[in-house]
């Protein structure tokens, strides 16, 4: 069983940085397509980035572009979801998730294999 720890979360002032971390404990999920996907008050859950094991091609949702960045390290088996010019609008609880792909990044949750238990955001304006 795959189980995946999200950390780096906080209370930040509008117009600051985070960096969130998901990590895998008990069986890899090396090999997979990752994403980040966040959950507001009150809404639905909604993809946020994602990246495939490899290569270049990288997916964000439109309120995050150019804001987030999403990256990993398959040296230490851990994905980054590098958050700069936060928004009120952006407090959450963010979940990093695994994908039954490779090599493409999707965004459907049903698409995600493994979810971790959440990391939450909140920005103060």
């Known amino acids: 069983q795959v189980q995946l720890v999200e950390s780096g979360g906080g209370l930040v002032q509008a117009g600051d940085s985070l960096r969130l971390s998901c990590t895998p404990s008990?069986?890899?999920?090396?090999?997979?397509?990752m994403g980040w996907f966040r959950q507001a008050p009150g809404k639905e859950r909604e993809f946020v980035a994602g990246?495939?094991?490899?290569?270049?091609?990288?997916k964000y949702a439109d309120s995050v572009k150019g804001r987030f960045t999403i990256s990993r390290d398959n040296t230490k088996n851990t994905v980054y979801l590098h958050m700069s010019s936060l928004k009120p609008e952006d407090t959450a609880v963010y979940y990093c998730?695994?994908?039954?792909?490779?090599?493409?990044?999707?965004?459907?949750?049903?698409?995600?294999?493994?979810w971790g238990q959440g990391t939450q955001v909140t920005v103060s304006a």
């Open positions: 990246i495939p094991y490899f290569g270049t091609t990288r």
């Open positions: 008990g069986r890899t999920t090396a090999y997979s397509a």
């Open positions: 998730a695994a994908s039954k792909y490779q090599a493409y990044v999707v965004t459907p949750e049903r698409d995600y294999v493994y």
